[in-house]
């Protein structure tokens, strides 16, 4: 089974909205990376965030860590067009394995 | 190159033929790694290499599929006998080395149909 699983499945917003989308896991881990991927092709990477880091920024985007709820959140302000994509999370268990990603959310943005 | 490379970006095959599928990565990059991705759905891990050391390939699906890497550069993916439940986007990445801090750079894919 998947290790993270992205929620909700789908998300559509208008432009200038604010975005969330969560991540769940199961076991604990040393880092959360999210990604972005436009059009079924090549993922992006956004931002990583360490299991002992509770928040991070970049830019428009606002990443949340609860070790104790095993969960992440991702926070896209003022949201635009160009936006729209999947987003996944993507978690590992130690730092040799590879990472495991989510089903993604996909995040439709209308202007 | 600037980024990971695959070829072909499409590839159509008849059920029962072999496909070969390339992943060029980023130069200096140890680490590369295979995944599949069905329509509509996440990620899922077949293969990593990293330098010289024996490759993780317990995402493999079946016999049919493996892999090489020649030293730290190109790796091709082959599908044996292919069946209609392979055709997927087949995605590479590199990464700096193994660990998982270090951010996974992702070529554009190859999308195979089997028919």
């Known amino acids: 089974s998947q290790q993270g699983e992205e929620d909700p499945q789908a998300l559509s917003i208008q432009e200038g909205e604010n975005a969330t989308m969560n991540c769940s896991y199961k076991?604990?881990?040393?880092?959360l990376q999210w990604y972005r991927q436009n059009s079924g092709r090549g993922l992006v990477h956004l931002i990583l965030?360490?299991?002992?880091?509770r928040e991070k920024h970049s830019g428009r985007l606002r990443v949340t860590l609860d070790t104790s709820k095993k969960s992440s959140s991702l926070l896209i302000t003022a949201s635009r067009a160009a936006d729209t994509a999947s987003y996944f999370c993507?978690?590992?268990?130690?730092?040799?394995?590879?990472?495991?990603f989510g089903k993604g959310t996909r995040l439709s943005v209308i202007a | 190159g600037a980024g990971v490379s695959q070829s072909p970006s499409n590839k159509v095959t008849e059920k029962g033929k072999d496909v070969e599928l390339r992943c060029d990565p980023i130069?200096?990059?140890?680490?590369l790694y295979w995944y599949r991705q069905r329509l509509g759905q996440g990620l899922e891990f077949l293969i990593y290499?990293?330098?010289?050391?024996?490759?993780?390939k317990s995402g493999l699906p079946s016999d049919r599929f493996s892999a090489e890497r020649t030293g730290e550069s190109v790796s091709t993916l082959t599908i044996q006998r292919t069946q209609q439940e392979d055709s997927a986007v087949y995605l590479c990445?590199?990464?700096?080395?193994?660990?998982?801090?270090?951010?996974?750079?992702f070529g554009p894919g190859t999308r195979l149909t089997v028919l």
């Open positions: 990445a590199s990464s700096q080395d193994y660990r998982t801090y270090n951010e996974q750079f």
């Open positions: 076991t604990s881990i040393n880092n």
């Open positions: 965030i360490r299991s002992n880091e």
């Open positions: 993507a978690t590992d268990l130690s730092g040799n394995t590879p990472l495991v």
């Open positions: 130069s200096g990059h140890t680490a």
């Open positions: 290499f990293q330098g010289n050391s024996a490759p993780d």
